[in-house]
């Protein structure tokens, strides 16, 4: 299992294991919802130290220049914004939930499905620091074939 995986599912299972079946976020977001944190997440207007009210915890420094830098890479070219494809939603134990992302549309690259996970805080969704990482990441290997990142 590679680390992206292992990442999330570790997440999950610390969720699963850390308190009873019972109490499974309820309801579950919608796919809407998690396309539109997904859009928010993946949008350069929007600097990634700024996006904490869509990622717990926020970004670190380090990692927040390095997704402005890329966003930006990719809204230059063309290939921002994304079209989400949200499939797989699942509740999870103390507010979490699951879900398959994707951004099959993307010109000339696709994003393959990614699970994430989500946290419902303060009445909202939130991804969680590990899955948007592990989200962007993927989405920064499906186009390193076009050197955008060099």
Do not use: C
């Not at 680390?3 to 109490?23: C, D, Q």
């Not at 890329?70 to 103390?94: C, K, W």
Request: charged fraction near 15%; aromatic fraction near 8%; glycine fraction near 6%.
């Amino acid at each position: 299992m590679n680390r992206t995986k292992l990442s999330v599912a570790t997440t999950l299972a610390a969720a699963l294991i850390a308190s009873p079946a019972t109490a499974y976020a309820d309801p579950i977001p919608s796919p809407d919802e998690v396309a539109g944190i997904m859009a928010k997440l993946t949008d350069p207007g929007i600097p990634a130290v700024n996006k904490g009210d869509i990622v717990t915890p926020g970004f670190a420094p380090d990692d927040a220049g390095t997704i402005d830098d890329h966003l930006n890479r990719l809204n230059g070219r063309g290939y921002i914004p994304f079209n989400f494809v949200v499939t797989d939603i699942e509740p999870a134990p103390n507010n979490f939930a699951g879900a398959t992302v994707a951004a099959p549309s993307v010109p000339h690259y696709s994003v393959p499905p990614v699970p994430i996970v989500l946290t419902k805080q303060g009445g909202h969704w939130l991804i969680t620091t590990d899955a948007a990482l592990a989200f962007l990441n993927k989405m920064w290997s499906s186009t390193r074939d076009h050197a955008f990142f060099k």
